[in-house]
């Protein structure tokens, strides 16, 4: 079993930068597909990105491509999401997500999730 706790979002001006952590414990963490989803105000919860266990391999939606980093340090159990060029429709609950299989863009093929972090971007 993985617990994900998320860390590090706040109020940032557009065009700034954040950056997310997603701290997990659970024996198995490398053995896991991370991603990154958010949940704006009266919208439905969305895929960011996610990564390979081996982080080799990242995915990212069209909205945050060039502007949003996943990463991973598996020593470390933790997962990260860099976040640039932030602009005011970024603003939303962001929460950390992990799985064994399955299509990574989809919430319902993750197992384990985080409680959220807020990211609030102002104009």
């Known amino acids: 079993q993985v617990q994900l706790v998320e860390s590090g979002g706040g109020l940032v001006q557009a065009g700034g930068s954040l950056r997310l952590s997603c701290a997990a414990s659970?024996?198995?963490?490398?053995?896991?597909?991370m991603g990154w989803f958010r949940q704006a105000p009266g919208k439905e919860r969305e895929f960011v990105a996610a990564?390979?266990?081996?982080?080799?391999?990242?995915y990212y939606a069209d909205s945050v491509k060039g502007r949003f980093t996943i990463s991973r340090d598996n020593a470390k159990n933790t997962v990260y999401l860099q976040m640039n060029s932030l602009k005011p429709e970024d603003t939303a609950v962001y929460y950390c997500?992990?799985?064994?299989?399955?299509?990574?863009?989809?919430?319902?093929?993750?197992?384990?999730w985080g409680q959220g972090t807020q990211v609030t971007v102002s104009s």
């Open positions: 997500a992990a799985q064994y299989s399955g299509s990574y863009y989809l919430l319902a093929a993750y197992d384990y």
């Open positions: 659970g024996r198995t963490f490398s053995s896991y597909r």
């Open positions: 990564i390979r266990w081996s982080g080799g391999s990242t």
